[in-house]
T-cell receptor
Framework: DQQVKQNSPSLSVQEGRISILNCDYT??????FLWYKKYPAEGPTFLIS?????DKNEDGRFTVFLNKSAKHLSLHIVPSQPGDSAVYFC??????????????FGDGTTLTVKP | NAGVTQTPKFQVLKTGQSMTLQCAQD?????MYWYRQDPGMGLRLIYY???????DKGEVPNGYNVSRLNKREFSLRLESAAPSQTSVYFC??????????FGSGTRLTVV
Protein backbone atom coordinates (compact mmCIF):
# COMPACT_ATOMS: atom_id res chain seq x y z
CA ASP A 1 0.00 0.00 0.00
CA GLN A 2 1.49 3.32 -1.09
CA GLN A 3 1.92 5.59 1.94
CA VAL A 4 2.58 8.79 -0.02
CA LYS A 5 0.45 9.55 -3.06
CA GLN A 6 0.59 12.24 -5.67
CA ASN A 7 -2.61 11.72 -7.60
CA SER A 8 -1.87 14.11 -10.44
CA PRO A 9 0.85 12.77 -12.76
CA SER A 10 1.03 16.09 -14.59
CA LEU A 11 0.09 19.75 -14.29
CA SER A 12 0.30 22.54 -16.86
CA VAL A 13 0.09 26.24 -15.94
CA GLN A 14 0.71 29.56 -17.62
CA GLU A 15 3.75 31.61 -16.70
CA GLY A 16 2.97 34.05 -13.91
CA ARG A 17 0.07 32.03 -12.55
CA ILE A 18 -0.02 29.88 -9.43
CA SER A 19 1.00 26.20 -9.51
CA ILE A 20 -0.53 23.96 -6.84
CA LEU A 21 0.86 20.47 -6.40
CA ASN A 22 -0.89 18.08 -4.04
CA CYS A 23 0.17 15.13 -1.93
CA ASP A 24 -1.69 12.76 0.39
CA TYR A 25 -0.26 10.41 2.98
CA THR A 26 -1.66 7.57 5.06
CA UNK A 27 0.89 7.00 7.84
CA UNK A 28 0.01 9.18 10.84
CA UNK A 29 3.52 8.64 12.25
CA UNK A 30 5.07 10.85 9.58
CA UNK A 31 6.28 14.03 11.25
CA UNK A 32 8.32 15.78 8.60
CA PHE A 33 7.41 16.49 4.99
CA LEU A 34 9.51 17.62 2.08
CA TRP A 35 9.29 18.61 -1.55
CA TYR A 36 11.98 17.91 -4.12
CA LYS A 37 12.41 19.11 -7.67
CA LYS A 38 13.99 16.96 -10.36
CA TYR A 39 15.25 17.85 -13.80
CA PRO A 40 15.92 15.09 -16.39
CA ALA A 41 19.22 13.23 -15.96
CA GLU A 42 19.89 14.92 -12.59
CA GLY A 43 19.37 13.93 -8.99
CA PRO A 44 16.44 15.43 -7.07
CA THR A 45 17.07 18.76 -5.36
CA PHE A 46 15.58 19.62 -1.98
CA LEU A 47 13.11 22.49 -2.26
CA ILE A 48 11.21 23.09 0.97
CA SER A 49 10.08 21.21 4.07
CA UNK A 50 7.60 21.44 6.90
CA UNK A 51 7.42 19.92 10.35
CA UNK A 52 4.18 18.36 11.54
CA UNK A 53 3.93 21.00 14.28
CA UNK A 54 3.41 23.69 11.66
CA ASP A 55 0.75 24.23 9.02
CA LYS A 56 2.63 26.53 6.68
CA ASN A 57 6.19 27.21 5.61
CA GLU A 58 7.23 29.81 3.07
CA ASP A 59 10.47 30.30 1.15
CA GLY A 60 10.39 32.93 -1.56
CA ARG A 61 7.99 31.85 -4.30
CA PHE A 62 7.41 28.45 -2.65
CA THR A 63 4.93 27.75 0.14
CA VAL A 64 4.06 24.38 1.61
CA PHE A 65 0.79 23.87 3.46
CA LEU A 66 0.09 20.94 5.77
CA ASN A 67 -3.36 19.75 6.82
CA LYS A 68 -2.72 17.01 9.36
CA SER A 69 -6.35 16.12 9.94
CA ALA A 70 -6.78 15.47 6.22
CA LYS A 71 -3.29 13.96 5.86
CA HIS A 72 -2.71 16.31 2.96
CA LEU A 73 0.00 18.72 1.94
CA SER A 74 0.38 21.03 -0.99
CA LEU A 75 3.11 23.06 -2.64
CA HIS A 76 2.23 26.48 -4.04
CA ILE A 77 4.52 28.20 -6.52
CA VAL A 78 3.74 31.87 -7.12
CA PRO A 79 4.43 33.20 -9.67
CA SER A 80 5.28 30.18 -11.79
CA GLN A 81 8.22 30.51 -14.17
CA PRO A 82 9.26 28.37 -17.16
CA GLY A 83 12.36 27.28 -15.23
CA ASP A 84 10.05 25.65 -12.68
CA SER A 85 9.16 23.01 -15.26
CA ALA A 86 10.34 19.76 -13.68
CA VAL A 87 9.13 16.69 -11.81
CA TYR A 88 8.15 17.46 -8.20
CA PHE A 89 8.30 14.73 -5.57
CA CYS A 90 6.56 14.82 -2.25
CA UNK A 91 8.29 12.91 0.57
CA UNK A 92 7.50 12.10 4.18
CA UNK A 93 9.79 11.10 7.04
CA UNK A 94 9.41 9.70 10.51
CA UNK A 95 11.94 11.31 12.88
CA UNK A 96 10.08 10.44 16.07
CA UNK A 97 11.66 7.00 16.35
CA UNK A 98 14.91 5.42 15.22
CA UNK A 99 14.15 5.35 11.51
CA UNK A 100 17.10 7.65 10.79
CA UNK A 101 14.82 10.04 8.95
CA UNK A 102 14.39 7.77 5.97
CA UNK A 103 11.90 9.22 3.53
CA UNK A 104 9.02 7.68 1.60
CA PHE A 105 8.42 9.30 -1.78
CA GLY A 106 5.38 9.82 -3.96
CA ASP A 107 5.49 9.00 -7.68
CA GLY A 108 5.94 12.63 -8.69
CA THR A 109 4.03 15.30 -10.60
CA THR A 110 5.42 16.71 -13.84
CA LEU A 111 4.90 20.47 -13.87
CA THR A 112 5.00 22.32 -17.18
CA VAL A 113 5.00 26.11 -17.09
CA LYS A 114 4.13 27.60 -20.47
CA PRO A 115 5.56 30.98 -21.48
CA ASN B 1 31.90 21.55 -5.14
CA ALA B 2 30.57 20.07 -1.92
CA GLY B 3 28.00 17.37 -2.39
CA VAL B 4 27.41 13.70 -3.15
CA THR B 5 29.49 12.00 -5.83
CA GLN B 6 28.35 8.77 -7.47
CA THR B 7 30.35 6.52 -9.80
CA PRO B 8 29.88 5.27 -12.41
CA LYS B 9 27.25 7.42 -14.16
CA PHE B 10 26.31 4.67 -16.62
CA GLN B 11 26.76 0.90 -16.61
CA VAL B 12 25.58 -2.03 -18.69
CA LEU B 13 25.78 -5.48 -17.11
CA LYS B 14 24.97 -8.94 -18.29
CA THR B 15 22.63 -11.05 -16.19
CA GLY B 16 24.58 -12.70 -13.40
CA GLN B 17 27.45 -10.20 -13.34
CA SER B 18 28.30 -8.30 -10.18
CA MET B 19 29.22 -4.68 -9.61
CA THR B 20 29.59 -2.06 -6.90
CA LEU B 21 28.14 1.43 -7.08
CA GLN B 22 30.25 3.95 -5.23
CA CYS B 23 29.01 6.96 -3.30
CA ALA B 24 30.91 9.58 -1.33
CA GLN B 25 29.82 12.77 0.43
CA ASP B 26 31.99 15.57 1.76
CA UNK B 27 29.44 17.36 3.95
CA UNK B 28 30.12 15.41 7.16
CA UNK B 29 26.58 14.01 7.17
CA UNK B 30 25.85 11.07 9.45
CA UNK B 31 23.05 9.45 7.44
CA MET B 32 23.35 8.04 3.94
CA TYR B 33 20.83 6.31 1.69
CA TRP B 34 20.48 4.34 -1.54
CA TYR B 35 17.31 4.70 -3.62
CA ARG B 36 16.25 3.36 -6.98
CA GLN B 37 13.89 5.04 -9.41
CA ASP B 38 12.03 3.11 -12.06
CA PRO B 39 10.24 4.87 -14.96
CA GLY B 40 7.10 6.73 -13.89
CA MET B 41 7.65 5.90 -10.27
CA GLY B 42 8.97 7.55 -7.19
CA LEU B 43 12.17 6.71 -5.37
CA ARG B 44 12.19 3.51 -3.38
CA LEU B 45 14.62 2.98 -0.51
CA ILE B 46 17.03 0.06 -0.89
CA TYR B 47 19.30 0.45 2.15
CA TYR B 48 20.31 3.19 4.51
CA UNK B 49 22.96 3.94 7.10
CA UNK B 50 22.02 6.11 10.07
CA UNK B 51 25.65 6.48 11.09
CA UNK B 52 29.09 5.08 10.41
CA UNK B 53 29.13 1.38 11.20
CA UNK B 54 25.38 0.79 10.91
CA UNK B 55 23.24 -0.27 7.95
CA ASP B 56 19.58 -1.22 7.65
CA LYS B 57 17.25 -2.56 5.00
CA GLY B 58 14.79 -0.31 3.26
CA GLU B 59 11.73 -1.10 1.21
CA VAL B 60 13.40 -3.10 -1.61
CA PRO B 61 16.67 -4.66 -0.31
CA ASN B 62 16.55 -8.05 -2.08
CA GLY B 63 19.49 -8.61 -4.42
CA TYR B 64 21.62 -5.86 -2.88
CA ASN B 65 24.22 -5.44 -0.19
CA VAL B 66 25.80 -2.29 1.23
CA SER B 67 28.94 -1.20 3.05
CA ARG B 68 29.38 1.96 5.06
CA LEU B 69 33.14 2.10 4.67
CA ASN B 70 33.58 5.26 6.72
CA LYS B 71 31.60 8.43 7.36
CA ARG B 72 32.11 9.63 3.79
CA GLU B 73 31.50 6.49 1.75
CA PHE B 74 28.49 4.21 1.28
CA SER B 75 28.64 1.59 -1.47
CA LEU B 76 25.92 -0.56 -3.00
CA ARG B 77 26.72 -4.01 -4.39
CA LEU B 78 24.78 -6.18 -6.79
CA GLU B 79 26.08 -9.73 -6.39
CA SER B 80 24.25 -11.30 -9.34
CA ALA B 81 22.53 -8.72 -11.51
CA ALA B 82 19.03 -9.40 -12.88
CA PRO B 83 17.06 -7.50 -15.56
CA SER B 84 14.63 -6.39 -12.79
CA GLN B 85 17.50 -4.34 -11.35
CA THR B 86 17.60 -2.12 -14.43
CA SER B 87 16.97 1.29 -12.91
CA VAL B 88 18.46 4.64 -11.97
CA TYR B 89 20.20 4.51 -8.61
CA PHE B 90 20.54 7.55 -6.39
CA CYS B 91 22.72 7.95 -3.35
CA UNK B 92 21.83 10.64 -0.81
CA UNK B 93 23.01 12.01 2.51
CA UNK B 94 21.26 14.02 5.19
CA UNK B 95 22.45 16.32 8.01
CA UNK B 96 19.99 15.19 10.68
CA UNK B 97 16.58 16.76 10.15
CA UNK B 98 16.66 18.38 6.76
CA UNK B 99 16.43 17.58 3.10
CA UNK B 100 18.53 15.01 1.35
CA UNK B 101 21.42 15.98 -0.86
CA PHE B 102 21.34 13.60 -3.81
CA GLY B 103 24.03 12.49 -6.19
CA SER B 104 23.44 12.74 -9.94
CA GLY B 105 22.57 9.05 -10.26
CA THR B 106 23.84 5.86 -11.88
CA ARG B 107 21.89 4.54 -14.86
CA LEU B 108 22.17 0.76 -14.79
CA THR B 109 20.97 -1.55 -17.53
CA VAL B 110 21.03 -5.32 -17.04
CA VAL B 111 20.69 -7.33 -20.25
Amino acid sequence: DQQVKQNSPSLSVQEGRISILNCDYTNSMFDYFLWYKKYPAEGPTFLISISSIKDKNEDGRFTVFLNKSAKHLSLHIVPSQPGDSAVYFCAASEFGNTNAGKSTFGDGTTLTVKP
Amino acid sequence: NAGVTQTPKFQVLKTGQSMTLQCAQDMNHNSMYWYRQDPGMGLRLIYYSASEGTTDKGEVPNGYNVSRLNKREFSLRLESAAPSQTSVYFCASRPGQGGYTFGSGTRLTVV
